[in-house]
């Protein structure tokens, strides 16, 4: 063996070990990522006497009043003693607040997901064709309405659903979630990417702005349109701020506030409920998880 | 700014005389699709927010005296206030940099060669769409008295501490907002060293740079914009992550857990629009300030590299 041959195979190894160093690095990153996901799924498939023995003591304290030990340490259980779909069939068949605490949620999203789209597909056509002092300046005030902290934003929100008497119904949730300028600001900066060449040809040949829209803009925004989807549909089936401030009837709120007041009472529930909110947007992740990177890729940098 | 109105008003009048080029008309066709969107935005938050500034400035609904300054000044003297925005910054300034530090490092490991590739990038991402609720379940499992966190810090001879209930709260909530933000910004990483010319690189090779310039010199140079725009867009978002506190800990936390959505969500409660009105323009001011530094920077950086 040549000295040339020796110092390639000692870089070779040096590389495996990295390789290897890396590798498991990401491993422990990857359980500690999923934990969480996991532990809810599995726990979900366990008896109530199993949860409450397991649990019992975080949760019987957070009461008011009762404290009842039942365990003193939480036995945090991967493998449930017993698969039982007990808990889904309460959940599913016997106490029906659960499912229409579902239902509302997708009552919020669905609307909100598929109008603000609509809007601000044409919206973001409008700022990325004939760009403008004006428009420039516009795009800003988006960029910091979309950055804003709920909290901020809802101030206006709330006086907005007072004054067009709106507060406490589903249209509070449902209009400022309709004009967000979250889906306007991806989707311009994704239609700036079209090149201006391909749009004038079009025009050139007589195409009216309808036309260009409609028929050659929009087939070339499918994905984008697709991956922002998923991100405003995310956003909003997690929301928690708004329906806490506009909606004063617990009975309209979505299952994300409301899954968190169980938490405390009726714990051996929580998991499964947790698990069936889990499923659109596991569904969805599984299916579109590259339109979802191409989504937050598109975000990297302000002016795109 | 002014300027553009005046312009459009002056189109407005050529179009009424059939004066347009077909260019210009275009260009206020293009207004007729940003139409909808402005419409409700400006109803939904530039005008309600012009209400909020008026709050701001009155001592209330009622009365409607002008008092100027005086609400915000009222508003900053709040012990309520100042301890909210004090555990805010204090909450930022170690979640921040932890995130950009992490991710870039999760970009790193992505970037290298490891075995299943896109299985681990899905991990990396999944925390993204599991449901907050869910997410508050599990942290509380974690870190209650009795919970794993206790029970393994245990094993080493460490004292069992309430998390949410101690002073070292701020750390469940660090882990959490970790846990729920490294993979989105490990994907803006991603992207951004996917977008640094191969040639470049190959260059570097040729010339024999070593690791360390191909790094700084390169590397570095062309993330610079990212790092920022990440570090940016996680300030924001920590700002933000009173949802998941409020879940797990209700209106009125330990100390060191009250954050300036606190303030704002119990003022609300109390229905003190002069307060919230003030606490709002300042937050607004503090955001817009942010992202005008970023909007700054990034056109700067911008000049000689486009990444």
């Given amino acids: 063996m040549n000295m040339l041959q020796k110092m390639y195979k000692k870089k070779r190894r040096i590389d495996n070990v990295k390789t290897a160093v890396v590798t498991v690095a990401a491993l422990i990153f990857a359980v500690v990522f999923l934990m969480p996901i996991i532990l809810t799924i599995t726990n979900s498939f366990m008896s109530s006497s199993e949860i409450n023995a397991n649990y019992g003591s975080i949760f019987a304290t957070t009461e008011k009043g009762g404290k009842i030990f039942i365990s003193k340490t939480v036995n945090l259980k991967f493998i449930p003693d017993m698969v039982t779909f007990a808990q889904y069939f309460t959940v599913l068949f016997k106490s029906p607040q659960y499912l229409i605490k579902f239902w509302n949620s997708i009552i919020y999203v669905a609307p909100i997901v598929v109008v603000q789209l609509g809007i601000a597909t044409l919206a973001a056509y409008g700022f990325s064709r004939y760009d403008g002092k004006l428009k420039r300046a516009i795009f800003f005030a988006y960029i910091i309405m979309m950055l804003m902290p709920y909290q901020v934003t809802l101030v206006p929100n709330f006086l907005v659903s007072k004054a067009l008497g709106i507060y406490g119904s589903r249209w509070s949730i449902w209009l400022p979630g309709f004009f967000s300028p979250f889906a306007v600001y991806l989707l311009t900066k994704f239609m700036r990417r079209i090149p201006t060449e391909v749009l004038e040809a079009a025009s050139i040949d007589g195409a009216d702005e309808w036309y260009i829209f409609s028929r050659i803009n929009m087939p070339l925004c499918k994905g984008g349109i697709a991956s922002i989807a998923i991100l405003v549909f995310f956003d909003y089936w997690n929301m928690v701020e708004q329906p806490l401030i506009l909606l004063d009837d617990p009975d309209l709120h979505p299952l994300s506030v409301f899954l968190s007041k169980i938490n405390s009472g009726e714990i051996s529930l929580a998991f499964a409920v947790a698990v069936i909110y889990l499923i659109p947007p596991l569904l969805i992740f599984l299916y579109g998880e590259d339109y979802l990177v191409e989504g937050i890729s598109y975000q990297g940098g302000i002016k795109g | ?307």
């Fill in chain 2, 1 to 307: 700014m002014l300027k553009s109105f005046a312009g459009v008003k002056s189109k407005i009048n050529r179009l009424r005389k059939r004066e347009l080029s077909s260019n210009e008309k275009k260009s206020l066709i293009s207004w007729l699709f940003l139409a909808p969107s402005l419409l409700g935005v400006m109803l939904f938050f530039v005008a309600p927010f012009g209400v909020v500034i008026y709050y701001s400035l009155i001592n209330n609904p009622i009365q409607k005296n002008f008092v100027g300054f005086a609400n915000y000044i009222n508003v900053w003297n709040n012990g309520a206030f100042k301890l909210a925005g004090i555990n805010t910054l204090k909450f930022s300034f170690v979640a921040v940099p932890l995130a950009v530090l992490l991710s870039l490092f999760l970009a790193a490991v992505m970037e290298s060669r490891i075995p299943f590739k896109s299985y681990f990038r899905s991990f990396f991402l999944s925390p993204l769409m599991v449901p907050t609720a869910s997410v508050v379940l599990i942290w509380q499992v974690m870190f209650h008295y009795n919970g794993l966190i206790n029970n393994f810090t245990a094993v080493f001879g460490a004292d069992k501490i309430d998390w949410l209930k101690s002073d070292r709260a701020q750390v469940v909530i660090i882990a959490l907002f970790l846990w729920k933000n490294l993979g989105y910004n490990m994907i803006l990483f991603m992207s951004a060293l996917a977008s640094i010319p191969k040639e470049l690189l190959e260059v570097a090779a040729l010339e024999n740079a070593t690791k360390y310039q191909v790094f700084w010199y390169i590397k570095v140079r062309y993330m610079s914009s990212s790092i920022l725009f990440v570090t940016i867009m996680s300030l924001i978002n920590s700002f933000k992550v009173f949802r998941e506190v409020y879940l797990m800990t209700g209106d009125y936390p330990v100390d060191s857990l009250y954050m300036l959505q606190h303030f704002m969500n119990n003022t609300f409660a109390s229905l003190d629009y002069q307060k919230l009105s003030a606490a709002a323009i300042i937050m607004f001011i503090v955001v817009t300030g942010l992202v005008y530094i970023m909007y700054a920077v990034e056109n700067y950086y911008g000049k000689d590299v486009e990444g």
